[in-house]
């Protein structure tokens, strides 16, 4: 009788074991498996900016590179930025590399607290590069506002909020477009030529409270007082 229980008693601590180390390696498999949502081809066209930026990024594989001091963001959100060839990809088009000293990055904006993606600066440095992203542009939203040129009467100003001087104006070309499925906008600015050329889109939600904040922070609504050429 006493050898039955020990053999019962030996056999519920192996049961127990195993269970344990069965629910461990469950644990462990929900600590480390990839988010369905996030698997597959990142494509900054297809970001809702609503998704989790960690699961994102750890999806990709990707780590935050060094940031610049110009890379900032508004109270109460983080940023991370990336120079890696897979999240430098929109409409399935690669726009990664680097022009001299200068590479095509990513700065993403995320909650601090809840990690939500908010918004994303892409940067450019290669004018042929710029002109694919403007007709993939025309593919996810529909263009709303161009200015590729000074308007007549206007007076240009540089950086510094100084007269431009006749002969010595810098290309600068703005556009906007909207997309109304999913809510978002996508603001692009060329400033420069060749070498010296440098291309932002600004991709965001003006209806969140990150997008109309970072909208006034930046100062992306003067086009609403403007006249469009024509689209």
Not at 38 to 61: C, I, P, V, W, Y
Not at 63 to 74: E, H, R, V
Not at 84 to 91: G, H, N, P, Q
Not at 153 to 180: C, H, Y
Request: proline share 1%; net charge neutral; with cysteine.
């Amino acid at each position: 009788m006493k050898k039955l229980l020990y053999i019962l008693v030996c056999l519920t601590a192996v049961a127990c074991n195993s269970n344990q180390q069965s629910k461990a390696q469950t644990d462990s498999s929900k600590n480390t498996a990839v988010n369905p949502a996030n698997a597959g081809a990142f494509d900054l066209a297809r970001l809702s900016l609503n998704e989790n930026l960690t699961d994102l990024m750890a999806a990709q594989s990707v780590k935050a590179g060094p940031k610049d001091t110009l890379d900032t963001s508004i109270w109460g959100f983080e940023v991370f930025r990336s120079s890696d060839a897979k999240v430098l990809r929109f409409e399935d088009t690669d726009l990664s590399g680097a022009t001299g000293k200068n590479k095509n990055h990513v700065v993403f904006h995320d909650e601090e607290k809840t990690g939500q993606l908010a918004g994303y600066q892409l940067k450019l440095y290669n004018q042929v590069q710029t002109d694919a992203l403007i007709g993939l542009l025309d593919k996810a939203g529909k263009l709303i506002f161009k200015q590729t040129k000074v308007a007549k009467g206007a007076i240009e100003l540089d950086v510094n909020g100084d007269e431009v001087k006749a002969g010595k104006s810098e290309r600068k070309t703005f556009r906007v477009w909207e997309n109304k499925g999913s809510g978002l906008s996508y603001f692009l600015t060329e400033n420069g030529s060749g070498q010296n050329l440098t291309t932002e889109l600004i991709a965001l939600n003006p209806s969140t409270q990150f997008g109309k904040d970072w909208i006034a922070a930046l100062q992306l609504d003067w086009y609403k007082n403007e006249k469009s050429e024509a689209l």
